[in-house]
């Protein structure tokens, strides 16, 4: 699944809080492993609903310890732009970990956690400088 010159892609869906809004988020993501087991891609997300909308794009590495078998560890790193309608851009940077669990033959669960530190703090997102929050996504490939 995580073999050199393989791309996955991610749909993600859910809630999310800033502004003192409530959100709506849809996500998409894209990886492309250039060796086996470490990847780089693109996460794209849509915050609609709440306050100003929000679209964050998130270049991002990770590796997978893709030796095991039915459970898969994951580690990586990004970097998050989040532009902001009507106000200035936030930038942060943040790491991640968890597993990913086989689903189908292409496809897989994965379930972790996120740590993210805002660049450039003005407690404007979160009412916080960094945050730890949980991730689950849904990934197949071809």
């Not at 393989?6 to 990886?31: C, E």
């Not at 902001?84 to 943040?94: E, H, I, K, T, Y």
Request: aromatic share 18%.
């Amino acid at each position: 699944m995580f073999a050199q010159g393989r791309t996955l892609f991610s749909l993600g869906a859910g809630s999310g809080y800033a502004f003192d809004n409530n959100y709506w988020v849809l996500g998409i993501s894209a990886t492309h492993y250039v060796f086996d087991g470490l990847g780089a891609g693109l996460d794209i997300e849509n915050w609609s609903g709440g306050g100003p909308r929000i679209i964050k794009y998130s270049p991002f590495v990770q590796y997978v310890f893709h030796q095991a078998s039915l459970m898969q560890p994951y580690i990586g790193g990004f970097y998050r732009y989040a532009a902001v309608s009507g106000l200035p851009g936030v930038r942060s940077a943040g790491g991640r970990a968890g597993v990913y669990i086989v689903s189908a033959p292409n496809a897989f669960i994965g379930a972790g956690i996120v740590y993210e530190s805002y660049l450039d703090c003005r407690k404007t997102l979160d009412n916080s400088c960094s945050l730890a929050y949980p991730e689950i996504s849904f990934t197949f490939g071809f």
